[in-house]
């Protein structure tokens, strides 16, 4: 069975990097520009990680994070944030949302992978 994965994200180039990426890795790929899509289709849908960005027009990525955290069904799901901001003091507040992982744009694609394998393994 395919690993399923949620991306959260905005920027259409962003998603199809990281639609591209899982897609050939074999993973089961759905994204959605926004939060709150995002949480509405986990209310119907199960998915194995969420590749959340954090820069969300609306809802940003750590409240949507806050949120899965708070609700037990999603306590344990994967969430690897993907943010461009990578200054200390953003990256303490991204960590304490829940996150499980954090990773930066732009992209590397190897600790991309490696990071999602790493979780996806923890959660076997």
Known sequence: MNRRILAVEDNPDNMNLFQWILEDEGYEFTGVAS???GLELLENHVFDLVVM???LPGM???EATRRLRNDPRFR?????????HAIKEEESAIRDSGVSALVTKPLDEQLFLDTIDSLLTEVI
């Not at 344990?76 to 461009?84: C, F, G, H, S, Y």
């Open 53 to 55: 960005d954090i820069s």
């Open 60 to 62: 940003d990525g750590k």
């Open 76 to 84: 344990d799901l994967p969430i690897v944030a993907a943010t461009a």
């Open 35 to 37: 939060a709150e899509e």
